[in-house]
């Protein structure tokens, strides 16, 4: 488990890197701090695509840019977002897909970080969020 002091970095990094968010079709903006095993923090904002299938969530965004780093492992991820316009947020939890991608990556106690704002926050795992999940070792 990752310290309350960490988790509010993570937050605070979280909603930093919301700002870069490119979401001319949805407004929908989200922002997506990964700790790495090695105590690195990666950023990842959600990047939108005028043909919309080729769009990237914040989380994946993040997860990519720390494995094209060569890091492999991780402890945790922040992730904030809503409507560009919206004047207070709620949480937002990461989508399936995203889901599945930290299923590659993270154990089953990988903490996943809600937040509204830096005060309000809660925290999952992974295996609450993706129960019964098909991962690397179904292939050995
Ligand atoms: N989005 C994320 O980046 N992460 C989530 O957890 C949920 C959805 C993005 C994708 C798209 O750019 C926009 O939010 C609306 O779905």
Known sequence: MISEEMKKTLVEKAFEVREKAY????????????????????????????????????????????????????DAIAVVGGMEDAEELDYCAPCGVCRQVLREFCDNDFEIILAKDVEHRKTLTLKEILPLGFGPENLR
């Open 23 to 74: 979401t001319p079709y949805s407004h929908h903006k989200v922002g997506a701090a990964l700790l790495g095993k090695n105590g690195q923090i990666y950023l990842g904002c959600n990047i939108e695509n005028a043909a919309f299938t080729p769009s990237n969530c914040a989380e994946r965004t993040a997860v990519f840019k720390a494995v094209s780093e060569g890091q492999l492992e991780f």
